[in-house]
């Protein structure tokens, strides 16, 4: 189900926050990993190693969180970013793509622009759930023409169902599964 074998050390760096941000959610917060630097350099570094040899164009991040991990990816890997932003956000001529989580429905915009037709993407999010958020993503960026060799998280909550939502055969990479 999973590519998470061991526990690493920076996974204590992520705490649980309780009916957030409506009761009956248990949010997974990664900001205590991201305010330790080695630990949040460990977390990248293996979150980039699934994608070092693939001849990746661009990490496409998803707002808000999937910015901060898909950034340092970038940058890790020596690529472009690419952000996906909720609306309103990006000016210019966008895509947009709607879609529904646990807890209420959204919409994702990417500029129409932001990438060539062809171009090698990871998309990263922080947390997959549901798969909402992840699956319109997915959906939005191959309207660009672009070749998406698979997506990246840095948590998976295993007894949401994200993972059923993902596109059979495109890959799936999670560091921790709770």
Same mark, same amino acid.
């Given at each position: 189900? *999973? ?28 900001m205590? &990993? ?8 460990? /977390? ?11 001849? &990746?164009?661009? @990490?496409?991040?998803? %707002? ?6 898909? /950034? ?9 970013? @690419? ?13 947009? $793509? $709607? ?9 994702? $915009?990417?500029?129409?622009? /932001?990438? =060539?037709?062809?171009a090698? +993407? ?10 909402? *958020? &992840? @699956?319109?993503?997915?959906?939005? +960026? ?28 495109? =890959?799936?990479? *999670? %560091?921790? @599964?709770?």
């Open positions: 189900m *999973t590519d998470a074998h061991v526990e690493p050390q920076w996974a204590s760096r992520l705490r649980d926050i309780a009916d957030f941000p409506k009761p009956g959610i248990l949010f997974k917060d990664i205590p &990993l991201l305010a330790d630097g080695d630990d949040f350099r460990a /977390a990248i570094q293996a979150m980039s190693a699934r994608w070092r040899d693939l001849r &990746l164009d661009a @990490v496409v991040g998803i %707002e808000s969180r999937g910015f901060i991990l898909g /950034a340092a990816m970038a940058l890790e890997l020596g690529v472009g970013f @690419v952000p996906v932003r909720k609306p309103g956000k990006l000016p210019g001529k966008v895509l947009r $793509e $709607e879609y529904t989580l646990e807890y209420r429905s959204d919409c994702i $915009e990417v500029h129409a622009d /932001a990438l =060539p037709a062809g090698r +993407v990871a998309i990263i999010d922080d947390v997959l759930a549901t798969g909402g *958020t &992840l @699956v319109a993503a997915l959906s939005l +960026v191959r309207r660009l023409g672009v070749d998406v060799v698979g997506a990246g998280v840095l948590v998976e909550l295993d007894g949401l169902g994200g993972r059923g939502r993902w596109e059979a055969g495109l =890959p799936l990479h *999670t %560091e921790l @599964v709770y």
